[in-house]
Every structure is written in structure tokens, then in C-alpha cells.
């Protein structure tokens, strides 16, 4: 199974070939790499993944690739965890709990 990178810092102007070309001049086969763009207005976020090709180390790219400049900025990498779905996350589900007479007790 191939192994997938998460690339934070990037440059606004880094196309998914110049993150391809970046991560296979510093000695790791590429088999695809994406910039991730906003979906409503198309520019970049600032990161992107990097699928590397079968048989390539992931702890060796990621000591070889963390910290490298790339257009006057220092890149972040790690290894891609798997996207969460749907709209779960840390901050629970009960967002307007106490607001309101709705469900409140009261003495009669």
C-alpha cells in the first residue's frame, strides 16, 4: 500500500506538479500529489497531500521533507491521518443547551 504525506506551508502560487517535482528532486518517487484549493473560490489553502509510490519509506520522506524550504517557506510534513467525516467533531452537539424556557423546570 502506498503512503501518503500531508504538506502544511505551502506557498500560494505551488501547483500540484511543483509539489511533485519538490518531493522527487529530494529523492522520494511521487505517484501523485494535489494542492487542496477552497471550493468556492478555487485558491489554495496552503496545503496538500503527496501520495508517494509503492516502496517508498514514509519515516524517511518525512525526516527528509519536514522542515525544507520551498519558496521562502518552511514546510511542514506528516504522515496524512484519514479525513473525517460528516460534521462530527470536538466540540459536541449540544450548542444551545440552557438557552430559553424550552424544557426548563419550573415551580408552580
Given at each position: 500500500?502506498?503512503?501518503?504525506?500531508?504538506v502544511?506551508?505551502?506557498?500560494?502560487?505551488?501547483?500540484?506538479?511543483?509539489?511533485a517535482?519538490?518531493?522527487?528532486?529530494?529523492?522520494?518517487?511521487?505517484?501523485?500529489?494535489?494542492?487542496?484549493?477552497?471550493k468556492?473560490?478555487?485558491?489554495?489553502?496552503?496545503?496538500?497531500?503527496?501520495?508517494?509510490?509503492?516502496?517508498?519509506?514514509?519515516?524517511?520522506?518525512?525526516?527528509?521533507?519536514?522542515?525544507?524550504?520551498?519558496?521562502?517557506?518552511?514546510?511542514?510534513?506528516?504522515?496524512?491521518?484519514?479525513?473525517?467525516?460528516?460534521?462530527?467533531?470536538?466540540?459536541?452537539?449540544?450548542?444551545?443547551?440552557?438557552?430559553?424556557?424550552f424544557?426548563?423546570?419550573?415551580?408552580?
Amino acid at each position: 500500500m502506498a503512503s501518503k504525506l500531508f504538506v502544511g506551508n505551502l506557498p500560494r502560487t505551488v501547483t500540484d506538479s511543483d509539489l511533485a517535482d519538490f518531493v522527487s528532486k529530494a529523492g522520494f518517487q511521487v505517484a501523485s500529489a494535489q494542492v487542496i484549493r477552497d471550493k468556492m473560490t478555487g485558491d489554495p489553502k496552503g496545503f496538500g497531500f503527496v501520495e508517494l509510490a509503492e516502496g517508498t519509506d514514509l519515516q524517511q520522506a518525512i525526516g527528509g521533507l519536514n522542515g525544507q524550504m520551498l519558496q521562502d517557506r518552511r514546510l511542514t510534513v506528516n504522515e496524512a491521518r484519514p479525513q473525517r467525516t460528516g460534521f462530527s467533531d470536538s466540540r459536541g452537539g449540544a450548542g444551545g443547551r440552557g438557552r430559553g424556557s424550552f424544557g426548563r423546570k419550573r415551580d408552580y
